[in-house]
T-cell receptor, first 115, second 115 residues
């Protein structure tokens, strides 16, 4: 158990809908990351937050957004869903937000299926 | 452009023998490297890491070697056990503009350890 908690574990929704994935980081971690893993892709970095502020952006679509709240939990919002958005979405956290030696720890993932 | 490459999608090894997983990178600003292990439908689990100031780091059956001049690292598992069968991801990070401690992942190598 990494200490990173994600909900829901599984989600099935229709095209055009909007969903929210939730993540609680490990105790004491200030940085939260979101990654996407599609069927034939590796782990694609989406976005990073550090202590409530956006720190880095990766390959995140404009239909997707995220935020980190004062209690440090984070939510990833996916809207106008398309079939191609079906993937495993991972949240990860780390103690620091930058610098060498920054090990990140992953949650179990939220499996999204768009039908 | 892939900055972290794992050129072998799969590797099969006999139980008790050595497993060697390889990883190449292109960005000379990377200074911290990690290996993660991932079982199907689970989040990646941190295994071992190495800083660029070292060329070897060992933790039990797992050893990571770093060759900075070749921009190459490898993970050795000795002896290999059936429970090691999983997908192994190589990841890298560096303290350079825009990186923000984020990890860049390879596409993974699926290791199968046969009894």
């Amino acid at each position: 158990d990494s200490g990173v908690t994600q909900t829901p574990k599984h989600l099935i929704t229709a095209t055009g809908q909007r969903v929210t994935l939730r993540c609680s980081p490990r105790s004491g971690d200030l940085s939260v990351y979101w990654y996407q893993q599609s069927l034939d892709q590796g782990l694609q970095f989406l976005i990073q937050y550090y202590n409530g502020e956006e720190r880095a952006k990766g390959n995140i679509l404009e239909r997707f957004s995220a935020q980190q709240f004062p209690d440090l939990h984070s939510e990833l919002n996916l809207s106008s869903l398309e079939l191609g958005d079906s993937a495993l979405y991972f949240c990860a956290s780390s103690r620091q937000g930058t610098g060498s030696g920054n090990t990140i720890y992953f949650g179990e993932g939220s499996w999204l299926t768009v039908v | 452009d892939q900055q972290v490459k794992q050129n072998s999608p799969s590797l099969s090894v006999q139980e008790g023998r050595i497993s060697i997983l390889n990883c190449d990178y292109t960005n000379s600003m990377f200074d911290y490297f990690l290996w993660y292990k991932k079982y199907p439908a689970e989040g990646p689990t941190f295994l071992i890491s190495i800083s660029s100031i070292k060329d070897k780091n060992e933790d039990g059956r797992f050893t990571v070697f770093l060759n900075k001049s070749a921009k190459h690292l490898s993970l050795h598992i000795v002896p290999s056990q059936p429970g090691d069968s999983a997908v192994y991801f190589c990841a890298a990070s560096g303290d350079y503009g825009g990186s923000q401690g984020n990890l860049i992942f390879g596409k993974g190598t699926k290791l199968s350890v046969k009894p």
